[in-house]
């Protein structure tokens, strides 16, 4: 077997295309371009990018247009979850409207309802609120008075950033009022030398990582809504990412944070300090909390640099044991260079080539490895990376391969993966599932997920076998209980009996909170209710979600 060198170039357009994240209702649609004219007039967004999103958004319309025909109809979350009762907040009235209008300007609170669609309605058309509130702060003093009032109101909120989430967690189920970080998209401050940034929760992460670029910095995570989702909701849901091999959690990469609680209190735990060792640790509260016990409106975040050199690599295996072969030899050989190791199985790949007519350079085979690697040297790294694929092929742990050559052909390859949860919408409603599993475990559940639904539903794996997290989607035509209920509560009894997490990166949200306990102990659930009615205890911080009932 002989390594190829990919010779297929990506367009201007398709290039950008990769880096944003889609989006399949026209509202929705609204929305991301509502939000790209706030970057752009607070200087997140250049006019080229800014022409860029206008003609991918143009490109990307007729799907919509196609994809929301097959979904018009979605039921309310309340009906879906017949037993979910609303809790026991007060409505809001008229002169509760006119309230928060004496709070913000005009085009801060949306209450149309063709304005509304977009932040009710989660982008996987899995989950549709009520609300007929938006508000949209510019400032933490905004979120604040609006939470001490709805406080005061026993209203309850939902805190919403990109809207890019997967478990239900960042829209209303009943009918809360959405507090949108949409306007909170300022960067504060950078410290070239400590490689900290400070800025507001709504900054979007790769205009975050777009400014750092030219610092020589980068950001510590990685996502595919990385166009769309906002730094506050990664910290929320602490999101993890492509690079988490490489650069760790949001546990360790946020160095500070300011939160507003629910009574409209600011914390201000805004350390920029790596060493910080004086008390309780209270950030760690918010990180991955989903908004339930505070409301994330700055971060301070510890970015690394920019890597002067990255090759990406794609190779074949046969077997997902040389799988776990070649990951064993890149963490060998490859060492401290290695920044992302990733898997797609034959079915992720087929949908990513007959639904969204990309180009697989590789051909047939049942697995996908991208094997990619950061450093500051070049030639060192090339070197290092060419003696590891002389030694897989030599041991014939994989039989086929390609190397990037450029920066478009590593989009190119990244595209295959990244796109897997937009070809799997092609299938029909999609069931998502997001967990941790021991290493050599990784891939069984795949196959017994297959044996145990049949092989009239699509099902699909992929993830982040560096680091242990496994993406599985599955579909059916249409939302289906019965379906639905032939994957749960199985899948997460067959994940906590192999000792892995029911949620390794997606949180919670609705969906999941009620199996947490496949994943937690009693005693630690008991331990996290105590913390909400403590810091909540009217329950207005996006109720319904996390915590089991």
């Not at 020589?216 to 910290?235: E, F, R, T, Y």
């Not at 920029?272 to 994330?296: C, H, P, S, W």
Request: hydrophobic content about 40%.
């Amino acid at each position: 077997m002989m390594l190829t060198k990919l010779n297929t170039q990506l367009s201007k357009d398709c290039c950008q295309a990769i880096a944003v994240q889609r989006w399949y209702t026209s509202s929705r649609y609204i929305v991301r371009i509502k939000q790209t004219k706030d970057m752009y007039s607070c200087g997140q967004f250049s006019k080229v990018k800014l022409c860029n999103f206008f003609n991918i958004f143009s490109s990307f319309r007729s799907f919509s247009s196609s994809f929301q025909r097959n979904t018009i109809e979605l039921d309310l979350t309340s009906l879906r979850y017949p037993e979910l009762k609303r809790g026991n907040f007060a409505t809001l009235s008229t002169d509760d409207v006119s309230i928060f209008e004496s709070m913000l300007s005009p085009s801060q609170v949306l209450k149309e309802r063709d304005e509304l669609d977009g932040y009710n309605i989660d982008w996987l058309r899995t989950c549709k609120g009520a609300s007929s509130l938006v508000l949209k702060p510019k400032t933490t003093l905004d979120v604040s008075n609006i939470v001490k009032y709805c406080s005061k109101r026993h209203l309850a909120v939902v805190p919403q950033g990109g809207n890019t989430g997967l478990v239900g967690g960042s829209v209303p189920v009943f009918d809360e009022i959405v507090i949108c970080t949409a306007l909170m998209n300022s960067i504060l401050t950078l410290d070239k030398h400590s490689g900290v940034l400070t800025c507001q929760a709504g900054c979007i992460l790769e205009a975050l990582d777009d400014y750092l670029a030219e610092y020589d910095l980068m950001m510590p995570l990685d996502l595919g809504a990385k166009a769309s989702c906002h730094i506050g909701g990664n910290v929320s849901t602490s999101a993890g990412g492509l690079r988490l091999l490489r650069y760790g959690s949001l546990h360790g990469s946020i160095l500070g944070l300011e939160a507003v609680l629910a009574n409209g209190e600011i914390v201000n735990c805004m350390s920029a300090m790596r060493k910080d060792n004086t008390g309780y640790d209270l950030k760690q509260l918010f990180i991955g909390a989903e908004g339930t016990l505070g409301i994330v409106t700055q971060v301070a975040v510890l970015c690394p640099r920019r890597p002067q050199a990255v090759h990406v690599a794609f190779l074949a295996c046969r077997s997902f044991g040389e799988v776990l072969k070649v990951l064993h030899q890149a963490k060998g050989m490859l060492g401290e260079i290695l920044s992302a190791f990733e898997v797609m199985d034959q079915a992720a790949m087929n949908v990513v080539t007959k639904n969204l007519h990309l180009k697989n350079p590789l051909g047939d085979s049942n697995y996908y490895l991208i094997v990619e690697t950061s450093g500051s040297n070049a030639e060192h790294d090339g070197a290092k990376l060419d003696k590891f694929l002389q030694d897989l092929m030599d041991k014939g742990m994989v039989h086929n391969g390609t190397v990037a050559q450029d920066i478009n052909q590593r989009k190119e390859i990244w595209a295959l993966r990244e796109r897997v949860a937009e070809g799997m919408l092609h299938e029909g409603f999609n069931y998502k599932y997001d967990v941790s599993l021991p290493t050599q475990n990784f891939y069984d559940l795949v196959a017994d997920m297959r044996k145990h639904l049949g092989q009239d539903l699509p099902c699909v794996g992929y993830g982040h076998v560096g680091d242990g997290n496994l993406h599985l989607n599955i579909a059916s035509p249409q939302y289906d209980k019965r379906v639905l209920d032939r994957i749960e509560p199985y899948i997460y009894e067959w994940v906590a009996n192999h000792g892995g997490s029911i949620s390794a990166e997606h949180g919670l949200g609705l969906k999941k909170r009620n199996y947490i306990h496949y994943s937690k102990t009693p005693s630690a659930v008991k331990l996290m209710k105590q913390m909400k009615q403590l810091m909540d205890p009217k329950g207005i911080l996006n109720p319904y979600k996390v915590l089991p009932d």
